[in-house]
T-cell receptor, first 114, second 109 residues
């Protein structure tokens, strides 16, 4: 079965630094998503992306966050100035036809902000 | 906001069927019910989804009540690999998936 690939699997950064989390969605998918999960808590929606623009974003997704599909295959999440509370597992997902279709999730990037 | 209610935890014996309930009493006519699960240290994984009638796939069955205010995910024969948190999510129109706290399923050997 096709997979969503995320890199790196672990990222350690200093507070205030910029990080870019990378995802390669499934090739024929058109909808892309980022979620995060703080240790021991529920999976939280961050943003959805379709047709090269953000479809929806949550309150978590403030001005420090941005997403981009730079080359037609990668989908990135950038955090400009990381805070301690950004430490979490970040999951990328993609779907063929929107949120009412099956979402495929990657295995996540564990971000640790020190 | 998943707008669903699930028990926090359930247990099942290995190789027995498991019925995971979900209440969604405020569901509207066009809302789909999706089920995902999250195995330890992994990303969420799609299980099944449906609108009105019961659905079956290789992983599970989804039984939706006639009034659609509740549904049940059925694992026909639980294995140790089915131990996970199971999420019942109501998807409204083009809105995105919002996860609740789910049901933690423990499978006893």
């Amino acid at each position: 079965e096709p997979e969503v690939t995320q890199t790196p699997s672990h990222q350690v950064t200093q507070m205030g630094q910029e990080v870019i989390l990378r995802c390669v969605p499934i090739s024929n998918h058109l909808y892309f998503y980022w979620y995060r999960q703080i240790l021991g808590q529920k999976v939280e929606f961050l943003v959805s992306f379709y047709n090269n623009e953000i479809s929806e974003k949550s309150e978590i997704f403030d001005d420090q966050f941005s997403v981009e599909r730079p080359d037609g295959s990668n989908f990135t999440l950038k955090i400009r100035s990381t805070k301690l509370e950004d430490s979490a597992m970040y999951f990328c997902a993609s779907s063929e036809g929107g949120p009412n279709e099956k979402l495929f999730f990657g295995s996540g990037t564990q971000l640790s902000v020190l | 906001d998943a707008k669903t209610t699930q028990p926090n935890s359930m247990e099942s014996n290995e190789e027995e069927p498991v019925h995971l309930p979900c209440n969604h009493s405020t569901i509207s006519g066009t809302d789909y019910i999706h089920w995902y699960r999250q195995l330890p240290s992994q990303g969420p994984e799609y299980v099944i989804h449906g609108l009105t009638s019961n659905v079956n796939n290789r992983m599970a069955s989804l039984a939706i009540a006639e009034d659609r205010k509740s549904s049940t995910l059925i694992l026909h024969r639980a294995t140790l690999r089915d131990a996970a948190v199971y999420y019942c999510i109501r998807v409204t129109g083009a809105n995105n998936l919002f996860f609740g706290t789910g049901t933690r399923l423990t499978v006893i050997p």
